[in-house]
Antibody
């Protein structure tokens, strides 16, 4: 069974950074890209970018290129997203989602990031 | 960016009824390889989104045949028949044809 288990809620001060993890199980981690999706409170879904765990290659939506950094550790089957220079606009739930042929077929449970001083 | 527009924003339905949700894209979703990468997702209250339909009309593993997708080019529809309580939530269409991948604003399905 494919599972994506994300880390717990985060609180970050304005200007700081947070790093969220997504541990994959039930499939070969390097066979699929991992995507990240943002959902602001009460809002819709925004694609942030993806990482290919096998090669470490990444692609980002333009608006997140200076905000998010995607990495992956194949030894632990874990993908990460680091969000930097936090502002109130970064307060949101962040999902990891496996990419499979241009669709997101399995999703993590989501991590709530709150930016507060 | 490809803008995805869903209508209606909200929908009330009786159990056992049928509903349709429309999704229109600002550009054709036909990929250079001939495929159309339009998917539908359901986000139940307090949960993460789940994949229902991919490539316009293909049901994902374990998805009931009460869900059906259709459409082409820029105009797509999700139909849900014999609505059950577990179908309630917010439905999103999403495109994977052109970067950045984008989603519609969502359609909230509620009980009448």
């Amino acid at each position: 069974e494919v599972q994506l288990q994300q880390s717990g809620p985060e609180v970050g001060r304005p200007g700081s950074s947070v790093k969220i993890s997504c541990k994959a199980s039930g499939y070969t981690f390097t066979d699929y890209v991992m995507n990240w999706v943002k959902q602001s409170p009460g809002q819709g879904l925004e694609w942030i970018g993806w990482i290919d765990p096998e090669y470490g290659s990444t692609d980002y939506a333009e608006k997140f290129k200076k905000k998010a950094t995607l990495t992956a550790d194949t030894s632990s089957n874990t993908a990460y997203i680091q969000l930097s220079s936090l502002t109130s606009e970064d307060t949101a739930t962040y999902f990891c989602a496996r990419g499979n042929n241009y669709r997101f077929d399995y999703w993590g449970q989501g991590v709530m990031v709150t930016v507060s001083s | 960016d490809v803008v995805m527009t869903q209508t209606p924003v909200s929908l009330s339905v009786s159990l056992g009824g049928q509903v349709s949700i429309s999704c229109r894209s600002s550009q054709s979703l036909v990929h250079n390889n001939g495929n159309t990468y339009l998917s539908w997702y359901l986000q139940k209250p307090g949960q993460s989104p789940q994949l229902l339909i991919y490539k316009v009309s293909n049901r994902f593993s374990g998805i009931s045949d009460r869900f059906s997708g259709s459409g082409s080019g820029t105009d797509f529809t999700l139909k849900i028949s014999r609505v059950e309580p577990d179908d309630l939530g917010v439905y999103y269409c999403g495109q994977g044809t052109q970067y950045p991948w984008t989603f519609g604003g969502g359609t909230k399905l509620e009980l009448k």
